[in-house]
């Protein structure tokens, strides 16, 4: 049987005029095959071709439309359960969860170019600034504590020659910690290695000198975060994590234009 035919053999919901789910259609052979069919079918429900409560394509239908194997729709399904989007129902299959909604994320796969990494750095911005000012307004003794080993194993991490990239991350929590809202820290982590550009430290510095040169200049950064987190000062704290993370996206841009050029 061909695609089309499968297609057509399916009782797949259509749209207003007949017109079949972009979803069912063949897929090419891409890395991340779950990740594309949960894209077209988030879209299909976001876009309303898929209304609240109706039923998803059969899994025989999804295959032999779009090519994958069962383990791959059956993935997709999981996926989109896990995010609120549909809802399975024992021996009836899976339907569009009332109130679906495109959930918020950020997929490592299409940060593919310097700008939008950049982007993710500028939404970052936002949040950390506010971060470091409510941490320098509400951090308790023990929360200071917490920031100062976070800054002080990023120094251990430097001086045993490493990128310290989890300690960095480790730092920036302990100051979304500081601020009493959790909904800071559920943020960077939902971000993860997403905050730490510098994950291409190695090709940003060559010599081991120079890449050191380059570790220590951001520990310099994080040491005024510290001192005005320490201090209570609220606005300088702000003033800081502006001045770290400006200047994190300056070196990250510099950086991918010198990638460009080589």
């Known amino acids: 049987m061909t695609l089309a035919r499968a297609a057509a053999a399916s009782r797949s919901p259509r749209k207003p005029g007949g017109k079949r789910l972009a979803a069912l259609r063949p897929l090419a052979a891409p890395r991340r095959l779950t990740h594309e069919l949960v894209e077209r079918?988030?879209?299909?429900?976001?876009?309303?071709?898929?209304?609240?409560?109706?039923?998803?394509?059969?899994?025989?239908?999804?295959?032999?439309?779009?090519?994958?194997?069962?383990?791959?729709?059956?993935?997709?399904?999981?996926?989109?359960?896990?995010?609120?989007?549909?809802?399975?129902?024992?021996?009836?299959?899976?339907?569009?969860?009332?109130?679906?909604?495109?959930?918020?994320?950020i997929n490592a796969d299409e940060l593919r170019s310097l700008r939008e990494v950049v982007e993710v750095m500028e939404l970052r911005t936002g949040i950390e600034i506010e971060s470091a000012g409510l941490a320098a307004e509400r951090a308790a003794a023990d929360h200071v504590r917490a920031i100062e080993r976070a800054f002080?194993?990023?120094?251990?991490?430097?001086?045993?020659?490493?990128?310290?990239?989890?300690?960095?991350?480790?730092?920036?929590?302990?100051?979304?910690?500081?601020?009493?809202?959790?909904?800071?820290?559920?943020?960077?982590?939902?971000?993860?290695?997403?905050?730490?550009?510098?994950?291409?430290?190695?090709?940003?510095?060559?010599?081991?000198?120079?890449?050191?040169?380059?570790?220590?200049?951001?520990q310099n950064e994080h040491r005024e975060i510290v001192e005005a987190i320490r201090a209570h000062a609220t606005q300088k704290a702000r003033a800081a994590m502006r001045h770290h993370l400006m200047n994190s996206r300056k070196r990250y841009q510099k950086l991918g234009a010198k990638l460009a050029d080589d």
């Open 41 to 105: 079918l988030t879209a299909e429900i976001v876009s309303g071709k898929l209304l609240p409560g109706a039923r998803l394509p059969t899994e025989q239908a999804m295959i032999a439309a779009t090519g994958v194997s069962r383990t791959v729709v059956r993935e997709a399904v999981a996926a989109l359960r896990a995010e609120g989007l549909v809802v399975t129902r024992q021996g009836a299959g899976a339907f569009v969860a009332e109130g679906a909604r495109r959930p918020f994320r």
């Open 152 to 218: 002080a194993a990023i120094e251990k991490a430097i001086a045993r020659g490493d990128s310290a990239i989890d300690q960095d991350f480790a730092f920036h929590c302990s100051i979304a910690q500081a601020t009493g809202n959790p909904q800071f820290l559920r943020f960077l982590e939902y971000l993860g290695g997403f905050i730490i550009p510098r994950q291409t430290v190695r090709v940003a510095a060559g010599s081991a000198s120079a890449r050191r040169a380059y570790l220590d200049l951001i």
